[in-house]
C-alpha cells in the first residue's frame, strides 16, 4: 500500500482563508497501485495542480448556489491538474501518456469509464498531451491549459482587434494578462497595462507593453485619460478599474469580462451599473463574458498548434510562481488573492519529471 495524500477543504473562511487551516493536506488514504480497480478506466499519477482565484468563490456552503459547485467541507478538492498515467484499461489512454484536466487534488486517482465521448469534449475535459516540444508539463496548467486559453481566446471573435487599436488590460502580471500583453503587441495593437507593484510594472514593461502604470499609486482614470481613448479593455478585476476603463472608451469599443467579477451588489454599484449601460450605449461599445469552453471547439486546435511553438522558439515569455509540495497549498493561495504572485501560480508535486 502506498500513501496517497491529498489537499481537503478544512473549514469555510470569512474573507481571506487561513493559510493553516482553510486547506489542508491528508495522509490517512492509501492506496494499491498494483490491484486498485479502474473500472474500464485509468490510474493518474498528479505532477501539478493550478491554482486560480475562482476558488475562492468554492469556499461555501454547498447549499449556497455560485457559478461553479462549491467545495463540500471535509472533502478533496478539485481543479486542473496535470498527471502521468500509471494503469490504463481502455485503449485510447496508454501507460505512461500524461493527461490534463479537472482531476481531485490527491497524489493518485483513478478516473473511471474512460470513452470517445469524453474526451470528445474539448475544453474541461480530459485530453491526453501531446508535449512535442518537451515543455515541462506543469506548463499545462498554467501558459498552455486554462489562462493561455483565455488570453488566445478573447484576442480572437469576442475582441476582433485591429492593427494599431489601443487594448487596456488590469491584472497584466498575472496569469492571464502578461500573455495578453504579447500577444496583442504580436497583433499590433497599443497596449496600456496595470498591475499592482513596482516590480510588476518593470516586469510588464520588458514584455513590450507601451505604457504601464502601479494602480496603487496612480490614477486609473487619469492614466487611461492620458493615453487611451480604449478599443478594447480585457478586465480581469471589475469594479472601480472597469468604472474608470468605460469613462475613457473609444467609439464601438469591445470590454472582455474574464473570470467570477460580480462587483455590483450593493445600492450604489447597481446605480453604477446602470450608468455604465447608459455609457456603453452612448460609445456603441459591446461587453461580452469569456467562458473558455465556449470558445474551445472553434479554436482549441489552433491553440494547441500555435502558443506551445511560439513559447519553445522563444516568441513568447512565461512567467509563473511554482511552489513546491501540497504543504505549499495555503501559503500560494493567500499568495494568489492578495496579489503577492507573479505570473501563473502553480503547485508542482514532483521536480524531477517537470
Known amino acids: 500500500m502506498t500513501t496517497n495524500p491529498r489537499i481537503i477543504f478544512n473549514e469555510i473562511p470569512h474573507g481571506l482563508p487561513n493559510p493553516k487551516t482553510c486547506l489542508i493536506v491528508d495522509n490517512t488514504l492509501s492506496i494499491d497501485l498494483d490491484n ?57 489512454i496508454q501507460a505512461g501518456q500524461h493527461v490534463y484536466g479537472f482531476m481531485n487534488y490527491q497524489r493518485y486517482s483513478v478516473i473511471p469509464s474512460i470513452d470517445a465521448a469524453v474526451l470528445g469534449l474539448k475544453g474541461l475535459s480530459l485530453q491526453v498531451l501531446d508535449n512535442k516540444y518537451n515543455l515541462p508539463w506543469r506548463y499545462y496548467v498554467g501558459i498552455l491549459g486554462m489562462s493561455g486559453q483565455t488570453a488566445y481566446y478573447g484576442l480572437k471573435d469576442i475582441s476582433n482587434p485591429k492593427p494599431g487599436e489601443t487594448l487596456y488590460i488590469s491584472a497584466a502580471c498575472g496569469a492571464v494578462g502578461h500573455l495578453v500583453v504579447q500577444l496583442a503587441k504580436a497583433q499590433g495593437l497599443k497596449v496600456i497595462a496595470s498591475c499592482g507593484s513596482d516590480q510588476k510594472v518593470s516586469l510588464v514593461k ?22 487611451g481613448p480604449i478599443d478594447i479593455y480585457f478586465d480581469l478585476v471589475g469594479g472601480p478599474t472597469l468604472e474608470a476603463a468605460i469613462d475613457n472608451l473609444a467609439c464601438n469599443a469591445r470590454i472582455i469580462i474574464c473570470g467570477m467579477i460580480s462587483q455590483y451588489n450593493s445600492g450604489a454599484d447597481k446605480a453604477y451599473g446602470v450608468r455604465n449601460l447608459w455609457l456603453l450605449n452612448r460609445y456603441r461599445a459591446r461587453m461580452q463574458g469569456l467562458v473558455v469552453i465556449d470558445w474551445a471547439d472553434k479554436y482549441l486546435d489552433e491553440f494547441h498548434d500555435t502558443v506551445p511553438r511560439d513559447l519553445a522558439a522563444g516568441k513568447l515569455k512565461y512567467l509563473e510562481h511554482v511552489y513546491h509540495g501540497m504543504d505549499k497549498i495555503g501559503e500560494a493561495l493567500v499568495d494568489l488573492l492578495v496579489g503577492n504572485n507573479i505570473g501563473k501560480s502553480v503547485l508542482v508535486l514532483e521536480d524531477d519529471v517537470l
Open 36 to 92: 486498485v480497480p479502474l473500472q474500464g478506466g485509468i490510474l493518474v499519477k498528479a505532477l501539478a495542480f493550478s491554482l486560480d482565484p475562482y476558488m475562492r468563490n468554492r469556499m461555501r456552503p454547498v447549499d449556497i448556489q455560485g457559478d461553479i459547485d462549491a467545495f463540500p467541507l471535509g472533502e478533496t478538492i478539485n481543479g486542473f491538474s496535470v498527471a502521468v498515467v500509471l494503469r490504463s484499461e481502455t485503449p485510447l
Open 206 to 227: 520588458s514584455l513590450g507593453a507601451d505604457h504601464v502604470f502601479n494602480y496603487k499609486t496612480a490614477d486609473t482614470a487619469a492614466e487611461l485619460n492620458a493615453h
